[in-house]
C-alpha cells in the first residue's frame, strides 16, 4: 500500500489540497481550549494538518508510510521554519516514542485503511501508552451513511475493495466498543460530509488506569 500511496503523492502532492481539512480546524480550537503544545499525527499524508497544526503554535510529530509524503512535509516545513518532525513509519508496528510524551493524537481517516481488529486495537494501545495522562485522541473514519459503504468489492466485514483501495467503514457502535475497550473515555462524535465521504468525527481522552 505504501507503493499506492508514494505513486498518488508523486504525481500530485497535493492529493489531499493544500487547506488543512475541517476536521483539523475543529480539532485545533479544542487543542487550544486544552492546553495541547505537542501532537503526534498517524498518517499524516502529505502534511496539510500537520503544517497547519505547526503554523499555529504546536510542535508535531508526523508519521506515514509514504517515503514521498514524508519527503515532502519535511520540504515545507523546512521552507517555513515550522517545528515538525516527520518519519517514514509502519503504524502496525509499535510507535517509536517513549511512554506518556504526547499531549494528543491526531489522525484523518487513517483508520479507514485495511486493519485488522487485533490491529485496530494495537493502534489505540500504543496511542494510549504515548499520550500523557488526560492526553487526547482525535481520529476521523468513514462510517455506514457513507455514499460508498457496500460498493466495490466485499473484502471481510465492514471493508470494501473500491477502485484498488480497500476501505473500511465505522458504526458509531464499533467506534464506541474500540475507544472503551482500549482505556479511552468519549469526550464528542460529529458527522460530517467531506467530499466526497461522510465521517464520523471523533474526541476521546486517556482514561486513568484502576
Not at 505504501?2 to 475541517?22: A, H, I, L, M, R
Not at 520540504?75 to 499531549?103: G, I, R, T, W
Not at 471493508?159 to 458504526?171: A, K, L, Q
Request: glycine share 6%.
Amino acid at each position: 500500500m505504501s507503493e499506492v500511496w508514494d505513486w498518488v503523492y508523486q504525481s500530485d502532492n497535493t492529493f489531499f489540497g493544500e487547506e488543512p481539512s475541517s476536521f483539523a480546524t475543529l480539532c485545533l480550537n479544542h487543542m487550544k481550549s486544552n492546553n495541547v503544545k505537542k501532537v503526534l499525527e498517524i498518517g499524516a499524508g502529505h502534511g496539510r494538518d500537520t503544517l497547519f497544526f505547526a503554523s499555529n503554535g504546536l510542535e508535531v510529530e508526523a508519521l506515514d508510510y509514504s517515503s514521498i509524503g514524508i519527503e515532502i512535509i519535511n520540504k515545507k516545513a523546512h521552507e517555513n521554519k515550522l517545528p515538525v518532525n516527520s518519519q517514514l513509519y509502519d503504524v502496525k508496528k509499535p510507535l517509536p516514542f517513549k511512554d506518556a510524551c504526547f499531549d494528543a493524537a491526531y489522525s484523518h481517516m487513517l483508520l479507514n485503511m485495511r486493519f485488522s481488529q487485533a490491529e485496530l486495537h494495537s493502534v489505540f494501545s500504543e496511542i494510549r501508552r504515548v499520550l500523557r495522562p488526560n492526553g487526547l485522541n482525535y481520529f476521523s473514519v468513514r462510517n455506514h451513511n457513507d455514499q460508498f459503504y457496500g460498493a466495490g468489492v466485499k473484502v471481510e466485514d465492514g471493508v470494501y475493495d473500491i477502485n484498488g483501495f480497500e476501505v473500511r467503514f465505522f458504526s458509531e457502535k464499533e467506534i464506541l466498543d474500540l475507544i472503551a475497550k482500549e482505556g479511552f473515555n468519549m469526550l464528542w462524535i460529529r458527522e460530517e460530509y467531506e467530499e466526497p465521504v461522510t465521517l464520523y468525527l471523533v474526541a476521546a481522552i486517556k482514561l486513568k488506569k484502576n
